[in-house]
Structure formats: structure tokens, C-alpha cells
């Protein structure tokens, strides 16, 4: 089976295997077959807004199950949720939360996946160009967990670039209380450790 080989082959050249944007089974079959932890490095929580780009709980805990790391994305329009249908840090943070109680602190990050410029903007681009016909506006998606409506925004507030994100994530987790040390993992810890696994 090519993809088998495939994942094979990149576990042997010590490559790091991230499947953000693979499908739930593609990414099942991969963490089983990798010989080595794989990130999602800029997702989220199905759980908490329904989008085919955030992942189910049994994605994510397969994922950690393997040892692997969850980075928590806030590209806008994507890690909404019920409680915070305006997108900003605390729906961002919402994802976070949900994820390091559903695998534990030592398989959860940050992808913010954030860009200085307009990242809105960037999006209608791809869609137009790759002919993706459902828009991510203010209609909630179709589905068993229909998402209630949302407007669009131009930035996600308090994550709005690669600066602002850095800065605000940390003065998040200190304000909410977290550790020295969880914060350490949360920032970087967790990567590093998945990366010294996977490089040879």
C-alpha cells in the first residue's frame, strides 16, 4: 500500500508528519502507522464548532495516544465555538482548554497559523482559485452539530499576527493561573520533545 510506504519512508528520513489537513481517516492510518509521534500543528476541537478543519475527539486522542502534539490554530473563522461565536482569543483558548482536558497538558500547543497582512483576504483567494463553493460566512454549516450563525471578522482578535499571538497566548495562560512549567510545555516544551523523538 503506497501510503503505508509512504509514512515508512518518512519515519526512516527522520521527517516530521503533520496532518492538519488530512481527513480523519487518512490521519488514523497514519498515526497508526507511523513508528514515530505525528502533529496536528494548527487545529482544533470538532467537539466545539462543527468544520470538517478541526478534528474529533478521536483524532486527538489518538494522536496523543501516540505521543504526539496538538497545536491549537486561530487562523479567523476556524477555532470558533457555541460560547464565542465572534472570533477572538477567548474561542481560540476555548479550543486549547478542551483539548488539554480530553489528552493532558504534555499533547497540547499553539499553531496560531496567523500572518501579518490579511489573512481574510488570503482565504477568499484560495477559494476562489481552488473552486471551494460553500462559504465560511455568517450561514452555520449543515451537519447533526449545526453551528449557530457567526459573522465574519477581518483578524482574529488578540491573535491577529505571529506578534500579537506570541504575547497574548502567555499573558493568557498567566493570568489564568498556569504554571511555570505547564507553560513551558505549552509553549514550545511539547514540540521539542516530539522532535527529538522523530529527528534522528
Known sequence: ??????????NKLGMLIDCSHCGDRTTLDT?????????????????????NRLAPDDVLEACAAK???IGIEAAPHTTLTRNNTVHGIEAFMEHFEYVKALVGI??????PDSVYGDHVGLHHTYAANLSIKESRSAAAEEGPKANPPFDEVEYVKGVENPTEASHNILRWLVREGYSDEDIGKVMGGNTLRVLREVWP
Open 67 to 69: 505521543g504526539g502534539v
Open 106 to 111: 504534555d499533547h497540547v500547543s499553539f499553531g
Open 1 to 10: 500500500m503506497f501510503g503505508r510506504r509512504a509514512v515508512g519512508r518518512m
Open 31 to 51: 498515526i497508526e502507522w507511523s513508528e514515530h509521534p505525528i502533529v496536528l500543528s494548527h487545529i482544533g476541537a470538532r467537539a466545539l464548532w462543527e468544520s
